[in-house]
């Protein structure tokens, strides 16, 4: 709760900017959906399990 894990997601959107790239995703688990949401991901397709925990497809686009 101190900010670093925004601070992390910021910095992997500049890589990302920097990259060319024009949207990134990952595999959230449904405790951490909240978090992406705040930070601009939008969740996508069904719950899914992963690891044994269920998880969320979410993703990021770089043009805004």
Known sequence: RRG???QLV?????????AGL???WCHAQLSAQNF???LGY???GSIFEEAGIDHVTM???MVK
């Open 4 to 6: 670093a894990g925004r």
């Open 10 to 18: 910021e910095r992997l959107h500049q890589s990302a900017r920097d």
């Open 22 to 24: 024009s949207e990134i």
């Open 36 to 38: 992406y949401s705040v």
């Open 42 to 44: 939008k969740a996508e």
């Open 59 to 61: 993703r990021y686009s």
